[in-house]
C-alpha cells in the first residue's frame, strides 16, 4: 500500500529575517499507544496535545489542519523498539496509517495575508520490522498545479541492512506570495515505481518558519548623486539580458491534459521547449505519466509500471481536463518527442523511472539527434549513465536548495551540462556561481509574472511554466542576429529535425 502524507503550504518570496522555527515534536504517551492525531493540532498557536508539542510558538499566523489518508490517519505512536532510530530508544512519532494515493495522509497550513510559511525539514523514519528497501520521493507542488521541489532519499529500511534506518531531509524551500502548497512523502522502489505495500512510515520534528511581510518605506531616501564604478563587474553570462527559454510544463497543460500529445501541440508557437515526464509500463515501454498511477490523469486506476503499454493507451487521459480531449492516449515517449520536434519545439525529456540504458535504447533506435533535445532527471546517477552512453546528449540536473560549488563539481564530474532548479532557491548570487562554472541555469515551476521577471533580471536561461503564453509576453522571440549570439553563448534556440 502506498504511504504518501502531503503537506499543504502558503509561502511567500521574501528575503525579511526569518522568525525561529516552529518544530512539532512527538514525544509519546505512556505505554504501547496509538492515538489519532486532533484535526487542529498547532493551529494558530502553540498547542499541545497528549504525545506531541510545539515549540516555540512564533506562527501565530499560520494554522494547521491535519486530515488522514487511510481508515486510521494520522496517529500518535510509542513503541519503543519499533522506532528506536528516530529518537534513540524512545520511538516516539507521528505514523503514517494505511494512507493511499488516492487519499494521502495531509498537512494543511493556511498563512495569514501578512505572513508567510517557510518549510525547513523534516525527519523520516522505517519500522524495525520492515526489512524491505525503500526510497522516499518527496515532492512540493502548486495546489492544483506544478511541482517545485522534489528530492529522493537514500535507501532505507527498518533493520538497517540495506539502508538507512532513519535521516533528516531538509527542504529549505521558500514560496512564491500568496500561492499554496503541497509537501509529498511517497514510498518507492528503486526505479522510482509506486509498488510497495507498508504502514511502517513515521515522521518527528517537522521544522518551519512564519516569516513576517517585510515592512515597505513609504518615502525611501533618494541618493541625489549616486557613486559610479570606475571597474563594473564582468556579467558571466554571455548571453543577451532577458533572453529567456520558454519551457511548457508538462505541454501546455493549463489548456490541455498534462503530458498528452494534446498539450503539446497546444505549446507549439509559444514555448521554445516542452517538458513531459516519463516512467515505464510493464513490458518495458517508455511512457509519458508524472505521477506513479494513472488515476489521477486517466479513467482508469493502478501502477503505470503494472500495466502493458496496450492496456495504458486503451485508457482516456484527456476527458478530467475537459470534454474537449475525450479520447486522448497516454502517450509513448517516441511519440511525445515526435509531436514536439513536428512543432518546432524542443522535448525536456524527465526521467521518472527506467533506466539509462533503456532510454539510450530507445533515441538510438528512433534515430533521435542527441543535439534535439534535453533529458532532465532528479538523479544525478542516471544522467551519469546516460552521458557515459553518449557524451553528446544534454542533461540537466533537477533540484532545490542552495546551489554551492561542491555541489557543481560534483555535476560536472558526472557530464551534466545544466542545472534545472525550484525558482524558490535561486537568487542572483546563484545565477552568478552556475554561470561561472560554464554552465546553464533553468528554474521551474514559475507561474506568477512578477518572478518571472524577476529570474530574468537575474539572468536565467529558461523557465519552465504552466502558462507558457504569459512568459512570452515578457520573453519575445528573439531576432535571427540575436540567435546566433546565443548560439556563440552555449545556449542555442535552433531547432533541428530528427536525423534521418
Known amino acids: 500500500m502506498n504511504i504518501r502524507f502531503t503537506v499543504t503550504l502558503a509561502l511567500l518570496l521574501a528575503l ?144 538497517g541492512s540495506s539502508g538507512v534506518k532513519a535521516m533528516t531531509v531538509p527542504l529549505n524551500y521558500t514560496g512564491t506570495l500568496g500561492t499554496d502548497y503541497v509537501l509529498a512523502f511517497n514510498d518507492v522502489d528503486g526505479l522510482g515505481n509506486d509498488t510497495i505495500d507498508t504502514n511502517g512510515g513515521a515522521i518527528d520534528n517537522l521544522s518551519f518558519n512564519q516569516i513576517p511581510d517585510p515592512p515597505v518605506d513609504p518615502d525611501p531616501p533618494v541618493d541625489p548623486d549616486p557613486p559610479v564604478d570606475p571597474d563594473p563587474p564582468v556579467n558571466p553570462n554571455p548571453k543577451p539580458a532577458g533572453i529567456v527559454l520558454v519551457e511548457a510544463h508538462r505541454g501546455n497543460s493549463r489548456f490541455a491534459p498534462e503530458n498528452t500529445v494534446a498539450s503539446i501541440n497546444a505549446a507549439a508557437g509559444v514555448a521554445d521547449l516542452t517538458e513531459f515526464d516519463v516512467r515505464v509500463s510493464s513490458d ?112 540537466g540536473y533537477l533540484g532545490s536548495g542552495t546551489i554551492t560549488q561542491t555541489l557543481i563539481d560534483s555535476l560536472l564530474a558526472k557530464g551534466i551540462d545544466f542545472l534545472d532548479w525550484g525558482h524558490g532557491s535561486i537568487n542572483q548570487a546563484a545565477v552568478d556561481l552556475v554561470y561561472a562554472n560554464g554552465m546553464e541555469l533553468h528554474a521551474w515551476t514559475v507561474n506568477s509574472e512578477a518572478r518571472m521577471q524577476q529570474l530574468i533580471d537575474f539572468g536565467i536561461d529558461g523557465i519552465t511554466t504552466d502558462d507558457p503564453a504569459l512568459l512570452r509576453t515578457l520573453v519575445p522571440v528573439p531576432e535571427p542576429a540575436t540567435m546566433s549570439l546565443l548560439a556563440l553563448g552555449g545556449l542555442s534556440l535552433l531547432r533541428r529535425r530528427r536525423a534521418a
Not at 522506532?83 to 498563512?111: C, H, L, R
Not at 518527442?337 to 524542443?346: C, P, R, T, Y
Open 284 to 395: 518495458g515501454k517508455l511512457v509519458l505519466m508524472h505521477d506513479s498511477s494513472v488515476n489521477r490523469t486517466t479513467n482508469g486506476s493502478g501502477n503505470v509500471s503494472s500495466m502493458t503499454l496496450a492496456q495504458l493507451q486503451a485508457l482516456d487521459a484527456g476527458s478530467w481536463k475537459s470534454a474537449s480531449f475525450v479520447g486522448e492516449q497516454v502517450p509513448t515517449l517516441t511519440e511525445a518527442m515526435d509531436a514536439a520536434i513536428a512543432a518546432n519545439i524542443e522535448p525536456l525529456v524527465e526521467r521518472k523511472a527506467g533506466s539509462a540504458a533503456a532510454y539510450h535504447a530507445e533515441f538510438v533506435a528512433e534515430g533521435f539527434n542527441p543535439a534535439d533535445f534535453r533529458v532532465i532527471s532528479f538523479d544525478s546517477n542516471f544522467l551519469r549513465d546516460l552521458n557515459a552512453l553518449d557524451s553528446a546528449y544534454q542533461l
Open 16 to 159: 525579511a529575517t526569518v522568525s525561529q522555527a516552529t518544530i512539532i515534536e512527538f514525544d509519546g504517551m505512556a505505554g504501547n499507544t496509538n492515538t489519532t492525531i486532533p484535526t487542529t493540532f498547532g493551529s494558530n498557536v502553540s498547542s499541545n496535545i497528549a504525545g506531541a508539542t510545539v515549540s516555540n510558538g512564533a506562527t501565530t499566523n499560520i494554522a494547521l489542519a491535519w486530515a488522514g489518508g487511510g481508515p486510521k490517519g494520522w496517529e500518535v505512536y510509542v513503541g519503543g523498539s519499533y522506532w528506536a532510530a528516530m529518537e534513540d530508544s524512545s520511538g516516539k512519532i507521528g505514523q503514517m496509517e494505511y494512507p493511499t494515493a488516492a487519499s494521502p495522509n495531509t498537512i494543511t497550513f493556511t498563512v495569514g495575508a501578512d505572513a508567510t510559511l517557510k518549510l525547513n525539514s523534516v525527519d523520516i523514519g522505517m519500522a524495525t520490522d520492515k526489512h524491505d528497501t525503500y526510497y522516499w520521493d518527496v515532492t512540493i507542488s502548486e495546489v492544483g498545479g506544478a511541482e517545485v521541489f522534489s528530492t529522493l532519499t537514500a535507501a532505507m529500511d527498518g533493520d
